[in-house]
C-alpha cells in the first residue's frame, strides 16, 4: 500500500471529493441516473476493474482516494453481506460478519456521528443564548416529534397553549398518591410475613428515652424552655396511655408499629427541623422502633425501605412544592424550573426528584413541562429584552430580524418537533443503503464525466495531426 504519509496527506482532498460527489447526484438526479445509463453495466464494471485490478492500481487508489476507497469496501461488504447474511449455516454468519464491517468501515455513519453531536451542540446554543428556555425543552419537543402519540400530543397541546397548565401539577400530586400507596402496600405486604402478635421484649429503651429527653434544657430539674418541656410531658403522657393498653393487642410488634406513628404524626411532625424539640421527639420514636428490632430484626429492612420511600416523597413535596397545602401557581413554578439547567434552580437535584415523578407515575411530565417552557413567542429574561432592542429601526435592523425566529420559544419547539416527525418517516427508509447508492451514483457521474472529457481530448489531439 501507499506511504501512511502519503495517504493521510490526501485525505481532505479524497473527502472534499466525496462531498462533490454526494451533493451532485442530490441536487441532479435526473442527469446523474442518465450518465449511469448511457454507462451501462459493462462500463460501470470497467470503472471498478480499472480501480482495483491488481495490487498497483489498489495501492495508487487507496494512497490518491482513501476515502473513496473506503467508501467502496463499505459499500461491498455491506451489500454482499447483507444478500449472504440471509443464506443459512457458515455462509449466514459470514455475510452478517461483513455487513458488520460494511458499517464500520462507512465514512457516512461517522459523518452521521459527528452531525449528531454537532446538532447536540446546536441546540444547547439555541436554547441557551437564542430561546434563553434551555437546550433541554427542544430535545424533548424533538423526541416527542419523533415517537408521535401521547408524548407528541402533550407537546404541542402545552406549547400551543391549548392543555391547562395546572394539568403538570395534577399529574405530579398523582404520581406522589401513587407512590404512597405503592408504598404502603409493600409495608403491609412485609409485615404481613412477621409474627405480629409476639410481645415486644422490654420497654427499657423507651423509658431510657424518656429520661435523655427530660433533662434536655433543664437547670438542675428545672425546664428552661417552654416548647421543650411541652415536648417532654408530651411523649411522657403518649408512653404512659400506652403502656396501660392491653399488653396482648398494644404490646406486641404489630401494636408497637402503630404506636411508632402516632408518635410521629403527634410529635415528631409537628415540631421544626433542625431544633432541639424535634431532636427529643426523634429520640422517642427512634427507641420505639428499635424495641420492634429488638424483637423481630427483620423488622430493620422493611422499615428501611418504608423511611427511604418516605423521604423521598417528603423531599418531593418539599422541594418541587407538591404537598396538598402548596398553591398550584408555586407548585407549578417549581416544576417548571426542573428543565433549566443554571446556578439557580438546583437542578441536578430537582431534575432527580422529577425522573422519580416519571417512573412513579407520570410518564409524559416532561413533555408536557417542555411544552410550557416553549410556549412564549419572545426569548425569556434579559433574552426578551435583547430581542425587543434588536428591532428598533437602525442599521442592525435587519440582522434582528434574521435571528429573530431563532430567539423565539415557539418557533424553535415546533421547528424541533417538526423536525422529529420528519426523522420518524425517514427512520422508515434504509437511509445507509440508500446514502451509499447516492454517493456511488454521484462518484460514478464524476469518473464518467472525466472520461468523456479525456477522450474528447483525445479525439481532438489525433484531429490536428
Not at 468501515?105 to 434551555?134: F, N, S
Amino acid at each position: 500500500m501507499g506511504r501512511a504519509t502519503d495517504i493521510i496527506r490526501n485525505v481532505p482532498a479524497s473527502a472534499g471529493r466525496a462531498v462533490t460527489d454526494f451533493a451532485h447526484a442530490v441536487a441532479h438526479p435526473i442527469e446523474t441516473a442518465k450518465s449511469l445509463y448511457e454507462a451501462g453495466p459493462s462500463g460501470i464494471a470497467q470503472v471498478y476493474v480499472d480501480k482495483y485490478g491488481g495490487i498497483e492500481n489498489l495501492k495508487k487508489s487507496v494512497t490518491e482516494d482513501p476515502i473513496g476507497t473506503l467508501m467502496d469496501m463499505s459499500t461491498f461488504l455491506s451489500g454482499g453481506g447483507a444478500a449472504a447474511a440471509r443464506l443459512p449455516g457458515m455462509a449466514g454468519r459470514i455475510g452478517e460478519a461483513a455487513s458488520v464491517a460494511g458499517r464500520a468501515t462507512d465514512p457516512l455513519l461517522g459523518a452521521a456521528k459527528v452531525a449528531r453531536q454537532g446538532a447536540k451542540l446546536g441546540t444547547e446554543i439555541i436554547g441557551g443564548i437564542g430561546t434563553h428556555a434551555g437546550g433541554e425543552p427542544l430535545a424533548i419537543a424533538y423526541r416527542a416529534g419523533r415517537s408521535g402519540g401521547d408524548k407528541s400530543a402533550d407537546v404541542l397541546g402545552h406549547m400551543r397553549a391549548q392543555a391547562p397548565a395546572q394539568e403538570v401539577v395534577e399529574e405530579a400530586r398523582k404520581a406522589i398518591g401513587q407512590m404512597k400507596t405503592e408504598r404502603g402496600q409493600a409495608y403491609n405486604d412485609h409485615m404481613s410475613k412477621l409474627g405480629l402478635t409476639n410481645k415486644i421484649k422490654s420497654w427499657d429503651k423507651i423509658d431510657d428515652a424518656l429520661v435523655r429527653i427530660s433533662q434536655m434544657k433543664t437547670f438542675h430539674g428545672v425546664p428552661m424552655s417552654p416548647a421543650m418541656q411541652k415536648v417532654t410531658e408530651q411523649v411522657g403522657q403518649e408512653v404512659a396511655t400506652w403502656r396501660n393498653l392491653d399488653p396482648g393487642t398494644f404490646h406486641t410488634i404489630e401494636g408497637l408499629d402503630a404506636f411508632k406513628k402516632r408518635i410521629w404524626e403527634t410529635v415528631v411532625e409537628p415540631t421544626k427541623y433542625g431544633t432541639a424539640e424535634r431532636k427529643a421527639a426523634m429520640d422517642a420514636y427512634s427507641a420505639i422502633r428499635q424495641s420492634i428490632i429488638d424483637t423481630e430484626p427483620r423488622y430493620a429492612p422493611i422499615m428501611k425501605a418504608y423511611e427511604k420511600a418516605s423521604d423521598i416523597i417528603n423531599q418531593m413535596e418539599k422541594t418541587l412544592s407538591l404537598n396538598p397545602n402548596a398553591s398550584i401557581d408555586t407548585s407549578l413554578r417549581k416544576l417548571q424550573a426542573v428543565l433549566r439547567n443554571n446556578v439557580n434552580t438546583s437542578y441536578g437535584y430537582r431534575r432527580e426528584l422529577a425522573d422519580f415523578l416519571v417512573r412513579a407515575g407520570a410518564p409524559n411530565l416532561m413533555e408536557k413541562l417542555a411544552g410550557q417552557a416553549l410556549q412564549p413567542i419572545l426569548p425569556r429574561g434579559l433574552g426578551r429584552l435583547g430581542a425587543m432592542l434588536g428591532f428598533e429601526m437602525g442599521p442592525g435592523f435587519w440582522k434582528a430580524a434574521a435571528a429573530a425566529p431563532f430567539m423565539s420559544p415557539r418557533a424553535m419547539g415546533e421547528l424541533y418537533h417538526g423536525a422529529g416527525q420528519a426523522a420518524a418517516q425517514l427512520n422508515k427508509l434504509p437511509m445507509h443503503g440508500i446514502g451509499q447508492a447516492t454517493y456511488q451514483s454521484g462518484r460514478m457521474y464524476d469518473i464518467m464525466k472525466k472520461r468523456l472529457e479525456e477522450d474528447r481530448r483525445r479525439n481532438l489531439y489525433q484531429s490536428t495531426e
